[in-house]
């Protein structure tokens, strides 16, 4: 633990400075003097006491503040504020290039129930059971998971039986969708840096209310049911979903749809009863335009489990119908609503991690990224940093990079472009942290935890950042324009 320590040329506090001063005082308290010459001596000895051991002793040492990178506390928070005036209102794609790429996104999005039974395959959906057989896995406790967990867990997935059910479905409300059917969590080491909270491996993603899945397999007991979108695939619990008819699917599909610009907006059917919050990246069936706003068709449930249709208002400042222009400006603008939001692996708690938080800011915009960083740094025209120095890598950044349209990547992170300043390039990111080394401590993180704007070499002044290993743009592999 660091203790403090004044900087150069800053003067210990007056107390202390008393304190020490008249501390040889007690070297008379054998000599004549008064009572009361020795009484205030001896007072002023023992509190000159305390204080040298508030700052000796660890535990009562003052610990430094925890803050901010220097990139977030000095750069503007506010991806609008780096737009270039002359470019910000200017179309980015073609009218008829993103109006087909939209309808691209649409057929994708609608496609589990249009498929001819399940896409996945055992192995790929199961892959998790042979690689707990391995690891060391703890719990929420930060205890390791007994072997009887392990043991339920895997019995409850059930894999020989897999599929059991081809049903189309629907989501009804945000829901977690988890590698393995449970909600308890499965960490590494804890004590390891980059592992423990919130690395939860049976966090795989998270459904939006309104999103068509295929309903492919159950646990014994029912309470969970394996759910495969056009995004990705995954245990939901089964309150959470209702099966579609062709009845259902008709109406539903056969509607435009509108793209929610807002956070945490909660939607209430037409009777007034709250059915779920919506947030920007939820995509819902667009019926009717009015001056008070958009009328949408949003799912419940009857009693049997069985998808119905209700209707519900959005007010015209939280949405706009699908898909909205992709101007410099409107990417911006809804970029600004996600900054400074908390991290979440997977989707956990509700929040995004860098690839979800790439997802959601495009889906408005009718631009299809799939669901890991790895596979959106190959969808669009890809520019590699192979064999590149650092000053390389941002010169070809600054050549062929366009500003809120570029996502830069590494090896299990991405970050969207948002042009130079004084020569360093800029990016949005959802990042948890930067990797540091310290002789004493090892290795460890520099917390960040939520959506930020930084250059391409944060955390710079930290004099344990790992080098070269912390240094993103040392760790980029390249860029994508979308």
Request: hydrophobic letters at 40%; aromatic letters at 8%.
């Amino acid at each position: 633990m660091l203790s403090w320590q004044p900087e150069k040329n800053q003067s210990a506090p007056n107390s202390l400075q008393h304190a020490i001063h008249n501390s040889s005082r007690g070297e008379r308290l054998g000599e004549a003097a008064t009572k009361e010459d020795r009484m205030r001596s001896a007072i002023e000895y023992f509190v000159f006491t305390l204080l040298l051991l508030s700052l000796l002793l660890p535990g009562c040492a003052r610990r430094p503040v925890d803050r901010d990178i220097l990139d977030v506390r000095t750069l503007p928070q506010s991806a609008s504020f780096y737009l270039d005036p002359a470019s910000a209102d200017r179309q980015q794609l073609a009218a008829q290039e993103q109006n087909e790429r939209s309808e691209r996104f649409r057929q994708k999005f609608f496609s589990p129930w249009r498929q001819d039974g399940p896409r996945q395959d055992r192995k790929s959906l199961f892959w998790m059971i042979a690689w707990l057989d391995k690891a060391k896995v703890y719990g929420a406790n930060l205890r390791q998971h007994s072997p009887e967990w392990v043991e339920r867990l895997i019995a409850a997935a059930d894999q020989a039986g897999y599929p059991s059910l081809d049903q189309p479905a629907i989501i009804l409300r945000a829901t977690d969708l988890r590698v393995l059917p449970s909600a308890e969590p499965c960490f590494l080491d804890p004590a390891r840096a980059g592992e423990g909270f919130p690395f939860d491996y049976l966090q795989n993603s998270r459904l939006e209310a309104g999103t068509p899945v295929r309903i492919t397999h159950r646990t014994g007991d029912g309470a969970w049911l394996l759910a495969e979108s056009a995004l990705v695939s995954g245990w939901v619990k089964a309150s959470a979903v209702a099966q579609v008819d062709e009845d259902f699917i008709g109406a539903y599909q056969r509607n435009p749809l509108l793209a929610v610009l807002q956070e945490q907006l909660p939607v209430s059917d037409s009777e007034g009863r709250f059915r779920f919050y919506a947030r920007i990246g939820s995509l819902l069936p667009l019926t009717a335009e009015r001056d008070e706003g958009f009328t949408v068709l949003v799912p419940a449930a009857d009693e049997q489990g069985q998808a119905v249709l209700k209707t519900a208002l959005i007010s015209r400042a939280a949405a706009a119908p699908f898909p909205v222009a992709a101007t410099a400006r409107s990417i911006a603008s809804l970029a600004d609503r996600l900054l400074g939001q908390s991290y979440g692996w997977g989707g956990s708690f509700g929040k995004r991690d860098c690839s979800a938080t790439m997802r959601d800011l495009f889906t408005p915009f009718g631009l299809w990224l799939p669901r890991n960083s790895a596979q959106q740094a190959k969808t669009g025209q890809v520019f590699s940093f192979a064999g590149l120095s650092l000053e390389e890598k941002k010169q070809l950044l600054s050549e062929q990079g366009v500003p809120y349209l570029t996502l830069v990547w590494m090896r299990g992170h991405i970050m969207l472009y948002l042009g130079e300043q004084r020569g360093e390039g800029l990016v949005l990111q959802s990042v948890w942290g930067l990797k540091t080394e310290d002789l004493r401590r090892g290795a460890g993180r520099k917390l960040i935890g939520k959506t930020v704007i930084t250059s391409l070499q944060p955390g710079r002044e930290l004099h344990n950042l790992a080098e070269p290993e912390g240094n993103l743009l040392y760790r980029a592999d390249g860029f994508t324009l979308l």
